[in-house]
Nanobody
């Protein structure tokens, strides 16, 4: 069974930095894209950043130049380095990945448990 396990959330003052990690485990044959989403109270979940298997990345306009997504293929892990954090970055951050598990034979989207990031003003 495939799982995504996140770590690294917390409370940080405005202007600070945090690094989120998300490791995929289980009977994984291959991983297509890995991504980070976030959901603030009362708002819809939004894409923050995504990295595809070839290494190309894309970011939400609101985080460009401040956040960096990276992927360690050998460890099936994706990271989100968040710098110059703002109070409006406060949200629950979710890891997501498109994974082909050996028992399924096709790609399916999986989600992590969510990590709270709180930026104080």
């Amino acid at each position: 069974q495939v799982q995504l396990v996140e770590s690294g959330g917390g409370l940080v003052p405005a202007g600070g930095s945090l690094r989120l990690s998300c490791k995929a485990s289980g009977s994984i044959t291959s991983i297509d894209f890995m991504a980070w989403y976030r959901q603030a109270p009362g708002k819809q979940r939004e894409l923050v950043a995504r990295v595809v298997s070839g290494g190309d990345t894309n970011y939400a306009d609101s985080v460009k130049g401040r956040f960096t997504i990276s992927r360690d293929g050998a460890r099936d892990t994706v990271y989100l380095q968040m710098n110059s954090l703002k109070p409006e970055d406060t949200a629950v951050y979710y890891c997501s990945a498109s994974i082909r598990a050996s028992e399924l034979g096709y790609f399916q989207d999986y989600w992590g448990q969510g990590s709270q990031v709180t930026v104080s003003s």
